[in-house]
């Protein structure tokens, strides 16, 4: 929590498509964040080359610096994510990857995160949420139990998901508990 009272929710979204379903829920969480919460979207997950340990040294690529940085300054974070073929897609895993690590030691390290996401099948991306929270859960951050998230993209409409009363009645409500459980 910064000095005056804020908190910073970091936001990672696992589709760089421009008109993805799942970038524009994180449109819709940056719009209806209780006032008191800033909302960070690192956008910037397409330019983070492949993991590598050789080139996670003292001097890592621009891109990981500032994800461990923009992680780093955050409280919480929330993960946005579509599934790809029955999981997580690879820039999300790869993202992941490097959050993970110095290892013991990651910029996300016991902040809460919470999963959500929207994908064409019929469960909404289940699996690939359920995987994303094993796999961050692993790698440092505490992911909040009960923050579930996940639309089939059908029941959209081909609407913006700010159109569903649903959908925004439910991701405020994860935002707001998602902020609760910062120390
Ligand atoms: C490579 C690929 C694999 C996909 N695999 C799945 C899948 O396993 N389950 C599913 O529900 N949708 C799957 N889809 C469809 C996506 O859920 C759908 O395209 C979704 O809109 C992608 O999210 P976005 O709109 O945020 O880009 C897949 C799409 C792609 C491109």
């Known amino acids: 929590m910064s000095e005056n009272g804020s908190s910073t929710v970091l936001v990672l979204v696992g589709s760089l498509r421009e008109a993805s379903v799942n970038r524009q829920l994180a449109e819709l969480a940056v719009e209806s ?3 008191d919460v800033d909302v960070e979207w690192f956008d910037r997950l397409g330019e983070l080359p492949f993991y590598n340990e050789d080139i996670d040294t003292a001097d890592v690529p621009e891109p990981v610096a500032a994800l461990r940085t923009a992680a780093a300054r955050a409280d919480a974070a929330l993960v946005v ?6 999981t997580i897609p690879g820039v999300l895993k790869n993202a992941i990857d490097w959050l993970s690590r110095p290892y013991g030691d ?11 996401g929207a994908a064409l099948g019929q469960y909404g991306g289940v ?31 081909g609407k913006h998901p700010r159109e569903s009363d649903d959908v925004v009645a439910r991701l405020r409500d994860i935002l707001g508990k998602l902020v609760a459980e910062i120390d």
């Open 127 to 157: 699996w690939a949420h359920d995987e994303t929270r094993k796999s961050f859960g692993i790698a440092g951050p505490r992911v909040v139990d009960g923050l579930e998230l996940s639309i089939p993209t059908k029941t959209l409409d």
């Open 81 to 86: 994510t579509p599934e790809y073929n029955g």
């Open 106 to 116: 990651s910029a996300l390290k016991d902040k809460p995160l919470a999963v959500v």
């Open 33 to 35: 964040a209780p006032a």
